[in-house]
């Protein structure tokens, strides 16, 4: 009995592809571990990918076994975090007590030199949290709508630069303020353009004084839209027209919401 000839099997299909396909999407798979791990510096994450290479990659050699990049970075970041801390090998807190003294001893100073010259009926100090402030009243400084410091004032002007020459560090800022009456001449059209001049006019005396960085100033105009008191009395417009001087502190407390700054307040003539 002659055997039955079985016909010929089908040809398998070739799948030699699937070989370098499944390297490549564990090639794919390693890449985006590799970003998602330099996205958030995390060292127990580094550690379980420099796991995975090991095991993907068949010569065992853990490509994040030198943790020298790591360790680059927690240095530089400890770095930074002190040198927020310090400075010239101060802590911030020591910093801001010397801070503190200076301007006390500032406001001292101030306090003497108007009793000493009979002005405290013109002038006065306050010194808070975020301020040393000093208000000269209004007929102290400039005649009615003009932006031209007294003679009298000038004087009160270098006495000021004067006690400020122990603090060149600081940044200075120079304010000026009107009341709300309004002014419309040629040279001074509103109270932004008097604001301004005086504030300007007022710095300029300071800087008259050689040791002062004159990068360190600058003066603005307010016009009357910052008032102190109210501008429906003579006394309130008279509280509202001042030039405003202030040193600002380098060193701010960190859970300060406050502008610190500290202030020299002088109120301008009426206008």
């Not at 050689?210 to 008279?238: H, I, M, Q, W």
């Given at each position: 009995?002659?055997?039955?000839?079985?016909?010929?099997?089908?040809?398998?299909?070739?799948?030699?592809?699937?070989?370098?396909?499944?390297?490549?999407?564990?090639?794919?798979?390693?890449?985006?571990?590799?970003?998602?791990?330099?996205?958030?510096?995390?060292?127990?994450?580094?550690?379980?990918?420099?796991?995975?290479?090991?095991?993907?990659?068949?010569?065992?050699?853990?490509?994040?076994?030198?943790?020298?990049?790591?360790?680059?970075?927690?240095?530089?970041?400890?770095?930074?975090?002190?040198?927020?801390?310090?400075?010239?090998?101060?802590?911030?807190?020591?910093?801001?007590?010397?801070?503190?003294?200076?301007?006390?001893q500032l406001k001292q100073q101030l306090d003497k030199y108007i009793?000493?010259?009979?002005?405290?009926?013109?002038?006065?100090?306050?010194?808070?949290?975020?301020?040393?402030?000093?208000?000269?009243?209004?007929?102290?400084?400039?005649?009615?709508?003009?932006?031209?410091?007294?003679?009298?004032?000038?004087?009160?002007?270098?006495?000021?630069?004067?006690?400020?020459?122990?603090?060149?560090?600081?940044?200075?800022?120079?304010?000026?303020?009107?009341?709300?009456?309004?002014?419309?001449?040629?040279?001074?059209?509103?109270?932004?353009?008097?604001?301004?001049?005086?504030a300007t006019n007022f710095m300029k005396i300071l800087l008259e004084?050689?040791?002062?960085?004159?990068?360190?100033?600058?003066?603005?105009?307010?016009?009357?839209?910052?008032?102190?008191?109210?501008?429906?009395?003579?006394?309130?417009?008279?509280?509202?027209?001042?030039?405003?001087?202030?040193?600002?502190?380098?060193?701010?407390?960190?859970?300060?919401?406050?502008?610190?700054?500290?202030?020299?307040?002088?109120?301008?003539?009426?206008?």
């Amino acid at each position: 009995m002659s055997r039955k000839r079985h016909e010929p099997h089908e040809e398998h299909p070739d799948e030699s592809w699937l070989l370098p396909y499944s390297d490549l999407m564990t090639l794919l798979l390693a890449l985006f571990i590799v970003l998602y791990s330099v996205s958030s510096v995390n060292t127990s994450k580094l550690e379980e990918l420099s796991k995975a290479f090991k095991t993907a990659f068949s010569n065992g050699v853990g490509v994040l076994d030198n943790a020298s990049v790591l360790d680059e970075d927690n240095r530089v970041r400890r770095t930074e975090e002190n040198s927020t801390r310090k400075d010239n090998g101060k802590t911030r807190e020591k910093l801001q007590q010397e801070e503190q003294q200076n301007l006390e001893q500032l406001k001292q100073q101030l306090d003497k030199y108007i009793q000493a010259n009979g002005l405290s009926s013109q002038l006065e100090t306050q010194l808070n949290q975020s301020q040393l402030l000093i208000t000269i009243r209004d007929n102290a400084l400039f005649a009615s709508a003009s932006a031209d410091v007294k003679p009298e004032a000038q004087k009160l002007a270098s006495a000021i630069a004067q006690m400020l020459e122990g603090y060149p560090d600081y940044e200075i800022q120079v304010a000026g303020h009107t009341d709300n009456q309004p002014i419309n001449t040629k040279e001074f059209p509103s109270n932004w353009e008097l604001s301004t001049k005086r504030a300007t006019n007022f710095m300029k005396i300071l800087l008259e004084d050689a040791k002062f960085d004159p990068s360190r100033f600058s003066a603005t105009g307010y016009s009357e839209f910052r008032p102190l008191e109210s501008n429906n009395s003579v006394e309130g417009r008279s509280k509202n027209r001042r030039v405003e001087v202030s040193i600002l502190r380098k060193y701010i407390e960190q859970d300060s919401t406050g502008s610190n700054e500290v202030s020299v307040q002088v109120a301008d003539a009426s206008q």
